[in-house]
């Protein structure tokens, strides 16, 4: 049996002691982000009914396709955030709450929120 990650083991508490203040409800539903090393995710959640009303990654073909214009993690993180707009707007959501999970509020999960409220998200 091999070690927990450290790096891991602290995102963890960061992101319990970040999750006990923030909660999404079904006026203002909350805005999750996940990193990994190569992809980004970014959910729409309402904790109320504990659904996810929109989604958006770098892995879905729609996004995929043009991410081969844009280089760099930064500017594949920026289109997420557009695209999780898009779709909050679709389903007329306009106002959430940003949870990033525990990672510091730079580079990648910056680019996500900031293509989110560029395209009318407002938190």
Request: with cysteine.
């Amino acid at each position: 049996m091999g070690k927990t990650n450290p790096k891991y083991t602290a995102r963890l508490k960061r992101k319990q002691r970040i999750r006990k203040n923030l909660t999404g409800t079904t006026d203002r539903p909350r805005l999750c982000v996940f990193r990994s090393a190569k992809h980004i995710y970014a959910q729409i959640i309402d904790d109320t009914s504990g659904k996810t009303m929109a989604a958006a990654s770098t892995l879905e073909k729609e996004i995929a396709a043009t991410l081969s214009e844009v280089k760099g993690k930064v500017e594949k993180a920026k289109l997420v955030g557009k695209a999780i707009a898009e779709r909050a707007k679709d389903k007329g959501i306009v106002r959430v709450v940003f949870d990033r999970n525990g990672y510091l509020y730079h580079g990648r999960v910056k680019a996500v929120s900031d293509g989110a409220r560029e395209n009318g998200l407002e938190f």
